[in-house]
């Protein structure tokens, strides 16, 4: 029997020459072609569920027919990075499959290895030579869904674990933005905008709200990717979505953020905004290149959760009248210290809420702005086009401030305008990141700034950390040696046996026995005594000595105190504190 040759138009149909073969009888044929009417199917599919020829027996013919290797697609498992070379509305469209890569070279499964436009085609797409092999429509069609179509079944699945109601969410902003690039940007876009991507992508945003989480992570490793969300200042994994759907969440959150999904090689940052029921929540979001692919992190801003009343935030009673009292100062600098993620920003922007009037002009310059605050300019640092802190300082001198809050002191140029416009009869709030408040005047003098201008210029310091709290639903009491305490720092008042607290673990705290979190505070007030030593040169050690004799508790005694109270725990204090 005379071969077709690849590339070469069959010049009779494939029922006569497998009739002529002597595959088929004539009566088969004819209702085989009676059935195909009106059907895109290939008559080869139709044979088979008709029972008139066997897959083997089909792809044996065509491999002889069309002169080309046939291939068995049923058991075979593909690697995932070979299936990304040919997306998957590209393999419905020509019905191929990419089975191997070799070099330079893609053996292709062909339903017509004569289709010289799906070569053509995909050989332009992944710049490989492609190498054909014949397999029956039907087999490619399943290999099609057992593939790539296991995407939507995967998303299902994951969403099962999730009974997160999604009639009240809607994407304020960015879902619709216009995205253009190369081929395989319009196939991520497609992806993306896919209805169980999207309902997924809602999903884990809805779910962290919830949970009250801080953060979102989405995390792509060798072989696995996974979720986290950042619960009262811990992280917890949440669930592991198939590795293959990496690119389709990652695309959706790109641009529902307005980022460019082309882009993998260079860090992204963008904006979320997100109406979940009668609330407005904002995402800040931030795309980084991994070895394994993009990592992404979403900041979870929620305004309805910012708590702006200074009584709330778990000041004792000394420590906040010392705050309240040098807030309401007509001048000076107030210093805010801690580590990322302690507060400080709630704590100012309490702070500048309580002092918030119409007769006073309040002026932040913050990178980013984390929440929109009414009758406050706000100012976005964006270093890129020269919108530094210093730079904003020097502008906001000029416009008739009262109060000015910067966001970060990073450096000698930003700490100087900061003090000198403290000095100028305004007053300033800022933040550094030092461990406590006694070391932050080291700090500030390793920086450069004369010690004549920190102790004339300051009013006070405070320190901060946040802990969480014992779940008020699981909560169980027990007796403690006050005794066992004094080791950790704390002072004792001879009351002997006292009542702590700790959680057992229930559904509401995701049976960690903790939920929600506190802010431990340490305040050392600049008082005379104080600004002395600082014009002395006093160590650390001796400006410490001198605000815990005027009242000051460190963050250990004030942690343990919160112990005491019953609000935390022992182990959450000696985790957040150094002693």
Known sequence: ?????????????????LAADGLLTPEQLNKALAEQKGSTEKLGSILIKLGFINEEQLIGFLSRQYGVPSITLSQLEIDTEVLKLVPATIAKKYEVLPVRRMGNSLALA???????????????????????????????????????????????????????????????????????????????KE????????????????????????????????????????????????LSPPKRLESALLSRLKIMSNLDIAERRLPQDGRIKLRYSTREIDFRVSTLPTI??????????DKDALRLDLTQLGFDAWSLEKFTAAIHQPYGMVLITGPTGSGKTTTLYSAIHTINSPDVNIM??????????????????????GRTFASALRSFLRQDPDVILVGETRDLETAQISIRAALTGHLVFTTLHTNDCPSTVARLLDMGIPSFLVASSMLLILAQRLGRKVCAQCKEAYEADEESLVPYGHVATGSGKIQLYKGKGCSTCNFTGMKGRVAIYEVMPITGEIREAVLKGAQTAELRAIAQSQGMRSLRQAGLAKVVEGTTTIEEILRVTLS
């Open 110 to 188: 062909m339903a017509d290895p004569t289709n010289v436009f799906a070569l053509d085609d995909i050989s332009f797409m992944t710049n490989l030579q492609v190498l054909p092999l014949v397999a029956s429509q039907s087999a490619i069609k399943k290999a099609i869904d057992r593939h790539y179509e296991s995407k939507t079944e995967a998303i299902a699945s994951v969403m099962q674990d999730m009974s997160t109601d999604l009639s009240n969410v809607e994407v304020v902003e960015g879902s619709e933005e216009e995205v253009t690039g190369k081929v395989d940007v319009f196939e991520l």
């Open 191 to 238: 992806s993306a905008d896919e209805a169980p991507v999207v309902k997924l992508v809602n999903m884990v945003l809805v779910d962290a709200i919830q949970k009250g989480a801080s953060d979102i992570h989405f995390e792509s490793y060798e072989k696995v990717f996974r979720i986290r969300f950042r619960i009262d200042g811990v992280l917890h994994e949440m």
């Open 292 to 301: 394994f692919g993009e990592k992404a992190v979403l900041r979870i801003l």
């Open 364 to 385: 932040t310059a913050e990178d980013p702005v984390e929440y929109n605050l009414k009758g406050i300019n706000q100012v976005q640092i964006n270093e890129g086009i």
């Open 1 to 17: 029997m005379a071969q077709v040759k690849l590339g070469q138009p069959v010049n009779r149909r494939l029922g006569d020459l």
